[in-house]
């Protein structure tokens, strides 16, 4: 069956631009993911993913990650290897025989 559907949704322009650069990288359009994703709420017949209200700790940390005066302090890594190094504890002796 040939594709003659139509879909327009209202999306923020940057959301737009980094999903389709995102599913650029792995070789998918976004009309293409968008089918993906409808052919998932039809086989699950219902949404792909849990769907659910935030509890009251997630709400106030999306808060504040959206305030921006409080993500400007927000410390941030350029590697996966220095985020677990700054947060996550070594033993002491991992730690000499790294040294």
């Known amino acids: 069956m040939g594709k003659t559907g139509y ?7 940057k959301l737009k631009a980094r999903a389709a650069r995102v599913l650029a990288t792995v070789g998918v359009s976004t009309t293409d993911a968008i089918t993906m994703f409808l052919r998932q709420v039809v ?3 219902g949404m792909p993913f849990e769907v659910r209200v935030p509890n009251a700790e997630t709400t106030r940390a999306i808060e504040e990650l959206e305030n921006s005066a409080v993500r400007s302090k ?13 947060t996550v504890p070594r033993k002491r002796n991992q730690a000499k025989r790294r040294a």
């Not at 879909?7 to 322009?13: C, D, K, L, Q, S």
């Not at 927000?74 to 700054?86: I, N």
């Open 7 to 13: 879909i327009t949704a209202r999306v923020e322009p």
């Open 43 to 45: 086989l699950r017949n």
């Open 74 to 86: 927000v410390k941030r890594h350029a590697t996966t290897v220095e985020l677990f190094a700054d």
